[in-house]
């Protein structure tokens, strides 16, 4: 990592992107709203004339093209540099794109390759694209709280003995609750097994801008590591990057070629230069800017604690299996004491409040804050969040966590590329029984696919998923939300 590097400071792209959008040039290229000129009167008003004079197409002299490195070329550089990549590429269809691109590039028809179960559904999607065979690998599990975690390097160990040809190890790192696996551990144990180690770090942009917070998986070992630059570092929604590390085990010519193949061939310059301003924005001020932050979650989550029937959880569970690390910008609220679920924490939060969480499970409520997250909303949310828990606590009432899905058994039939494009017909789940699945559903939580495609579809798992929804659960990837009907082959 390189962060005070001289042009760190510099925004190559968003500069170049400012001189042509803004010096009144005559366009006779897409996009048709020709600078907001010809845009709808509301579209004008809603985003403003700044915002589309910037929304312009790619191969622009002096932007995209021209002596190399280009602006574009040189704002990718620099991210690399501030990450310790060998190689970085904006992405535009945000993390999801990345995945998709790995498996293209490390799960060719006849690869194998390792996946952590609860990995995003852009991996199994990705393996759909590329035709690679894959075997699944359990997250920890923590019953109590119903919570998935991260991989342990003997799990990972293990795996990779019973499949030894396998390419490369998809693991997740940290989790949606900010939980990081030891990525040192599992790069050695993956090296040793000669497979390339794949770190999803979307949730992890901001990893080793501060010393309080996890290492970056790049100088932990990982060889390409996939960060959703928007969801913490402040890019704009849907944009990315991904990172190939020097001298790993992943080819970074194989990769640009995967990514080229699923990338438009418009890519949205508002995106683009917005990963280029959050880089310059992480790389010089990332870490005072996390201070304060830190200092503020700090703070907050030291009042919560006191909130009766509250606790806040991350940090204690450091140690756990599958736990290495955690993330303060993640406020992991377990609400149980208060005998209620943290559904109905969160809809009376948002009902009294207007305060929208990023995610409620049944034991808890999760915040995300962002890197230079605005102070005064996370003081007033301490005081909103211990009104509404006095107002709604009552006592003594228990909620059931459905058991782990680790103990159910998954028999793959066929691979997933040829469940998700062969026949298929949509039958009563009851039917579905000893049939083979299109889809790919995961509860949420605690997000780990019950059913993918090419598995056998069990009434262990019809049961399963069938409490997970009783229980409130949002069954992710299911073409009925409902569990009523489910997609399987025509065998
Ligand atoms: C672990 C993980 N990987 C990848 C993605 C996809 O990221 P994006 O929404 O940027 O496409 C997500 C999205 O939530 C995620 O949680």
Known sequence: MNRSAPEQPTTPYLDALVAYGF????????????????????????????????????????????????????????????????????????????????????????????????????????????????????????????????????????????????????????????????????????????????????????FGFHPALPESPLHLGADAVLASTHKIVGSLTQSAMLHVARDGKVDADSVGRAVRLVRSTSPSSLLLASLDSARRQIAVHGEALLERTLAASAAARAAIDEVPGCSVVGEGMVGRPGIAGWDPLRIVIDVRGTGCTGYEVAGALRASYDIYVELATHATIVLVLGIAQPVEPLQHFVHDFAETVRRISREGREHEIARPQAALEHETVIPLRAAFLGEGETVPVDEAIGRISCESIAGYPPGVPALLPGERVTGEVVGYLRELRDAGARLHGAADPHFETVRVLVE
Request: negative net charge; aromatic residues 6%.
């Open 23 to 206: 010096r009144g040039s005559s366009r006779f290229h897409v996009p048709g709203h020709k600078g907001g000129g010809g845009s709808d009167p509301g579209l004008l008003s809603a985003v403003g004339e700044r915002a589309l004079a910037l929304d312009i197409s790619q191969d622009i002299d002096g932007v995209d093209v021209g002596p190399p490195p280009t602006p574009y070329e040189r704002a990718e550089l620099l991210a690399a540099e501030a990450y310790g990549a060998g190689q970085t590429w904006f992405l535009t269809n945000g993390a999801t794109q990345g995945n998709h691109a790995l498996c293209l590039s490390l799960a060719r028809p006849g690869e194998h390759v390792l996946v952590q179960r609860n990995s995003h559904a852009s991996v199994v999607d990705g393996l759909v694209l590329s035709g690679g065979s894959a075997s699944f690998i359990a997250p920890e599990y923590d019953a109590e709280l119903g919570m998935a975690h991260g991989v342990t390097p003997e799990a990972l160990e293990q795996a990779l003995e019973r499949d030894p040809r396998t390419r490369a190890a998809f693991i997740v790192s940290p989790t949606y609750y900010g939980m990081s696996a030891d990525i040192a551990a599992c790069a050695e144990v993956a090296h040793a097994a000669g497979a390339a180690l794949v770190v999803d770090n979307a949730w992890g942009a901001h």
